[in-house]
């Protein structure tokens, strides 16, 4: 998993980092690190993990028919998928104990929790609603705990139209009256929204993150809360 291999770097222990997902891309140095996935580009290849000779694999994918011949090589494989900021700080501790840099670990976790007790007491009165876009084109959004608790710690109130995956017409966008919209791009190079333009028109504010800080747990997703509550706090 990306934040994962991140927060071992930040660690200090990126040297021990022996393979990266398909998405690995921060930082820089991730990059030149071997792949092991199958032809697809994205599913990890049992073999060249084994290949690898790694002590351990962690990951966020649940399930997996890959993991078994894995664990039957005997390499330890531990899955860990946050569904809320509380488990985010507690994955990172673990990868910090699994990597033999625990200290490290729970200063960062440490950081977070302070950071974020911060946060909650310089949030607004009054909390906007938030539409948070998980995938496009067309626009869609998810019912994900994870998320939720984000846009509360920054000063918000998470829009879910329903359970799970769901994408939103246009004309649903205007019943649900979003006040913010958050996007996972580049806050440089922002993608072009038609379908949101009506909402920004009657003052409803868009908020670029970077996809890999807005959607991943890892030591980043205090940046993510700081930019969606400086959009928040901008209106």
Same mark, same amino acid.
């Given at each position: !998993? ?19 997902? *398909?998405?690995?891309a921060r930082?820089a ?11 697809? %580009? ?9 290949? &690898? ?6 990951t ?8 078994? $011949?894995?664990?039957? !090589? /005997?390499?330890?494989?531990?899955? &860990? ?18 990597? /033999? ?7 960062? !976790? ?17 909390? #906007? ?7 496009? #084109? $067309? $626009? *869609?959004? *998810?019912?994900?705990? +994870? ?7 920054? /000063? ?8 799970? +995956?769901t ?9 649900m009256?979003?006040e913010v919209?958050?996007? %996972?791009?580049? #806050?440089?190079? @922002? @993608?072009?929204?038609?379908? +949101?333009?009506?909402?920004?028109? *009657?003052?409803?504010?868009?908020? +670029? ?6 959607? &991943?747990? %890892? ?17």
């Open positions: !998993a990306p934040h994962f291999t991140e927060a071992l770097f930040d660690f200090g222990s990126g040297d021990k980092v022996v393979g990266v997902s *398909a998405a690995d930082p140095e991730a990059t030149a690190i071997p792949r092991p996935v199958t032809a697809d %580009g994205f599913t990890p290849d049992p073999a060249a993990i084994i290949a &690898l000779d790694p002590h351990v694999v962690i966020s994918l649940e399930g997996g028919e890959w993991k078994q $011949p894995v664990r039957q !090589a /005997g390499i330890h494989v531990v899955t &860990l998928r946050a569904s809320g900021l509380e488990d985010a700080a507690r994955d990172l501790r673990i990868v910090g104990r699994i990597s /033999g840099f625990a200290l490290s670990a729970d200063k960062l !976790a440490a950081r977070m929790h302070s950071r974020l007790k911060e946060l909650d007491l310089a949030t607004v009165k009054t909390r #906007p609603k938030v539409f948070v876009e998980t995938a496009y #084109p $067309p $626009p *869609a959004t *998810a019912e994900d705990s +994870y998320m939720t608790e984000l846009i509360t710690a920054a /000063g918000g109130v998470m829009l879910v139209p329903g359970p799970g +995956y994408v939103v017409s246009g004309e649903q966008l205007q019943e009256a979003p919209i958050v996007i %996972g791009a580049d #806050p440089d190079s @922002p @993608p072009e929204r038609p379908e +949101y333009a009506r909402l920004t028109a *009657a003052g409803t504010r868009l908020v +670029y993150v970077p996809p890999d800080t807005l959607f &991943l747990p %890892g030591p980043r997703l205090l940046e993510a809360i700081e930019l969606i509550s400086k959009g928040i706090q901008s209106g």
